[in-house]
């Protein structure tokens, strides 16, 4: 019969107050007691020394530490080490009659008192570290988890956009030539089928993202006749491994802000070199409506953070007549 995942937690659970205490049970000395009372007092030294560690863990640290009261967790912790000491002292005579025949209890001294305070907050120390670690392992995962939805709400919003201007082409195209209507139609399938199935499960080769972007630029080719498409790319990059739409939205801009009254082109270039895969696109600009940035390039930047932190640069220039992407991702 398989364990379920709570019983499992319910069995580490038991281990990690079980362990401690029979490792100290082991390890505690008490052989100047009498035979009959070294068993008991076994059990009530485990005890005793296990109240700091518990007491920190389960009431000091969350009600105090995690809330960031750090001069009163200090003064918690030593008021709770002086208390302990002076039960020790005050149990001491109880316990006296229980000591092997000889035996007895020396005074305090300095050395003791620092000896027992070590002690205690290597323990205290170990009991903090616990939590502690289960708190930055739930962080991490719900970290990853949020980034990881960040991720795919920003990919989804480069969607509704290119869908926009697809539906464009095809109304503009369905009345004026069926044939080229039909054409649109079989690339707005393979977009959506690349959409729906080839790019939700992590990262795609070079070329099928290429694929995409080729026939997003035939369909907006239909609706401007004037634009020039050129696409370089090299051989040795069809297969490098890329998250998908991460460059769409620079060809996405590059379309929207074009100058289709003048020479409108649109110029991609994609190659490797020193271990980077290395992504530039240029269009020329109409000066009454330069490229200033707008929600999809904001996103892909987002995207870019999150999925290669450190790992890649961005730039782009527009110098009136020319907007230049120029973007490099550590292979």
């Not at 003791?112 to 708190?135: E, G, H, R, Y």
């Not at 719900?142 to 290119?162: D, G, I, V």
């Amino acid at each position: 019969m398989e364990i379920q995942a709570s019983e499992w937690k319910r069995i580490i659970s038991v281990f990690q107050h079980l362990v401690p205490a029979v490792v100290l049970y082991l390890i505690v000395g008490m052989n100047d007691y009498q035979p009959q009372w070294q068993p008991v007092m076994k059990v009530l030294a485990t005890l005793f020394i296990l109240i700091a560690p518990y007491v920190n863990q389960y009431v000091l640290v969350p009600v105090l530490l995690l809330r960031f009261r750090y001069y009163a967790y200090a003064a918690a912790v030593i008021a709770l080490l002086s208390l302990l000491l002076g039960v020790t002292v005050w149990v001491e005579p109880l316990v006296a009659p229980m000591l092997k025949e000889g035996k007895a209890f020396e005074p305090y001294e300095l050395q003791d008192v620092c000896v027992f305070f070590v002690m205690m907050l290597s323990l205290v120390a170990a009991s903090t570290a616990i939590p502690l670690f289960w708190q930055w392992m739930q962080a991490s995962y719900y970290r990853a988890a949020s980034l990881q939805t960040e991720l795919e709400n920003l990919k989804k919003q480069l969607s509704p956009h290119f869908l926009f201007n697809t539906l464009n082409n095809l109304d503009t195209l369905i009345y004026a030539d069926q044939q080229r209507a039909s054409a649109v139609v079989h690339s707005l399938s393979r977009l959506l089928r690349y959409q729906l199935y080839l790019s939700g499960n992590g990262p795609v080769r070079l070329r099928q993202e290429l694929d995409f972007i080729t026939d997003f630029l035939y369909l907006e080719q239909l609706r401007h006749d004037v634009l020039e498409i050129n696409i370089r790319v090299a051989d040795d990059v069809q297969d490098v491994l890329l998250h998908p739409f991460l460059l769409m939205p620079f060809v996405e801009n590059a379309v929207k802000h074009n100058n289709y009254n003048g020479n409108a082109y649109i110029h991609l270039q994609l190659s490797a070199a020193a271990g980077c895969l290395q992504f530039t696109c240029s269009n020329p600009v109409a000066r009454e409506a330069a490229p200033a940035g707008g929600a999809g390039l904001n996103n892909v930047r987002r995207r870019l953070s999150l999925l290669y932190p450190d790992e890649h640069t961005l730039q782009t220039d527009n110098n009136g007549q020319v907007y230049t992407v120029a973007l490099t991702i550590n292979i």
